[in-house]
């Protein structure tokens, strides 16, 4: 054990630094490249955790942060702040939703715990649908309503919560079924469901689930959903922490794969937007994030450190169309690694969009999920210069890939190669 390891271990929770039986110091970046404490340099594959959107170390933003630290770090929500507006203006008017309102937070969490403060405020319900194998993040509220037992450490949620099927596709009592016919019996079953009780205040949902394991719904199944939720007046909160900003290639929005209805009510962001700053936010109709009749600010929520790490990044992105990247240089890799997976019988399925692609393994002849499988593969890359990320609920068996956006084709091939033989290795 290093001694930072050990010094980590006497005073933070156990819960952190979990993913290696050794875990890693990383010390720095650049590009798409982070070294650790000892020198080593490694492909980064998960980016952070989807949170380095462009690429490490980006001189662009850098520069915003450096000129922005010499002026003022922090002035609180009770002033005005420019640079503040102006990146309210950018994702306004990127969301899609009709005289759209901004509010920022610190952290994805926080903006969805906000989205369900409006939506239940909004609609005076504290019922709220969620989806089987969901993640919404770590407040009360938000692990209340994720529906993935291995990472939601309580069942005691001060919100009433129902869950609909739908998330996941390959596998449940729906697996199995044509787009088409997978929609239908999920829409079926949450009308079956609406008929039963009350209309809860919203349903809340990651348009591709991350936690869970990148597992994609056919598109257009939300707007069918949408279609059913308007006949109740339920509110659509579409929680864009990890699909947003381009990752999925197609769309800036993950929504955007379920668009027929519309935007959702209440859109949700954090991640990537900030490049590592601590940035999240909601954008919700001006009727609906003005239901508040009371304060509800975040003191670090818009603070212009990182307001100016966001505008940089967020140019960055869209000048650069990393958007149309992540579907070249991503669908590339999706099928670089499906040639991989159709030799070994531990890949069941390579999934994804643009560069938010999974890899999900089970024991070789079986439909068993096989945590062990991905914790070897993940150790074993990592000896092989490569950092990915999993997931997949409990049984986390899903790798999960998602690097930055601005990942190139020759770095799409060597990770692909170095996974291949930590996969190889393993079985
Ligand atoms: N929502 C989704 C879909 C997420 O994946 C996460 C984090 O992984 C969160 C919310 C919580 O975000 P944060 O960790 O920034 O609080």
Redesign the pocket.
Known sequence: MSDLHARHKAVLPDWLAVYYKDPLEITHGEGRHVWDADGRKYLDFFGG?LTTMTAHALPEVTKAVTEQAGRILHSSTLYLNRPMVELAERISQLSGIPDARVFFTT????A?DTALLLATTYRRSNQILAMRNS????SFSAVGITGNRGWSPTSLSPLQTLYVHGGVRTRGPFAGLSDADFIAACVEDLRDLLGHIRPPAALIA?PIQ??GGFTSPPDGLYAAFRDVLKEHGILWIA?E??TGWGRTGEHFWGWQAHGQSGPPDILTF??GIGNGASI?GVVARAEIMNCLDANSISTFGGTQITMAAGLANLSYLLEHDLQGNARRVGGLLIERLRAVAAQLPVVREVRGRGLMIGVELVRPGTDEADPDAAAAVLEAAREGGLLIGKGGGHNTSVLRIAPPLSLTVAEAEEGAAILERALRSVY
């Open positions: 955790i952290s994805g969490t926080e969805n993640y919404h993040g770590r990651e991350g936690v929680d922490v990890q954090a991640k999240g």
